[in-house]
């Protein structure tokens, strides 16, 4: 199966700085390629997937990513973040019939 | 449509009980997969089912751990007996047939004392 790793497990940030989350990912053949979000006491959600075509993916509420193949990366960015983003961020890969999470960010966003 | 839905949210137990989890997926979906977060660590696939057969349970820790999808609905998860290490979040996760895209539950947060 494909294998994701992240970094920086803990970022806190303040209103209306940008977000950069990193995701590196294990070569698997074809690339299948999520970030997840856990806001608090909710389940989590998909915010975008790469499957194929254009590397710069858009999702919801103005996250984006960014596939980079000879980097093996996925990085999540948001320009301008607000204090609704607080949440548990995943980078997922999928392969042989299962999604491969990394370890999460805990983003903490201040007011 | 309705999402995947879990029961219960939490759980606390002693060790050597038994726990039954419980997932409903979303109408339609032959895909249903179980996942574990420990804390601290990362989302842990254990077993995947498309309709009623178990297609892949690899992941399972052991044989304490029995999976269910009775008429490819809805599945349980059994812990017998729980131990400690048992502890943690299950989540349950469906998708479409042809479809990678996996849809989750709010999961179950078990605790064994």
């Known amino acids: 199966a494909q294998s994701v790793s992240q970094h920086n497990h803990h970022v806190i940030l303040s209103e209306a700085a940008s977000l950069e989350l990193g995701c590196n990912y294990s070569?698997?053949?074809?690339?299948?390629l999520f970030w997840y979000v856990q806001y608090p006491g909710q389940h989590l959600q998909l915010l975008l997937k790469?499957?194929?075509?254009?590397?710069l993916v858009k999702g919801i509420k103005g996250f984006e990513a960014e596939f980079i193949k000879s980097k093996f990366s996925f990085n999540l960015r948001k320009p301008s973040v607000q204090w609704s983003d607080t949440a548990e961020y995943f980078c997922a890969g999928y392969g042989n019939n299962r999604l491969a999470f990394g370890k999460g960010n805990q983003v903490v966003v201040i007011p | 449509e309705a999402g995947v839905t879990q029961f219960p949210s939490h759980s606390v137990i002693e060790k050597g009980q038994t726990v039954t989890l419980r997932c409903d997926p979303i109408?339609?979906?032959?895909?249903l997969y179980w996942y574990r977060r420990v804390m601290g660590k990362e989302i842990k696939f254990l077993l995947h089912f498309v309709k009623e057969s178990k297609q892949d349970e690899s992941g399972m820790p052991n044989n304490r751990f029995l999976a269910e999808r009775t008429g490819g609905t809805y599945s349980t998860l059994k812990v017998q007996p729980a131990e400690l290490e048992d502890s943690g979040v299950y989540f349950c996760?469906?998708?479409?047939?042809?479809?990678?895209?996996?849809?989750f539950g709010p999961g179950t947060r078990l605790t064994v004392l």
């Open positions: 109408s339609g979906h032959d895909n």
């Open positions: 996760a469906s998708s479409r047939a042809d479809r990678y895209e996996q849809f």
């Open positions: 790469y499957f194929s075509g254009d590397p």
């Open positions: 070569y698997g053949g074809t690339v299948n």
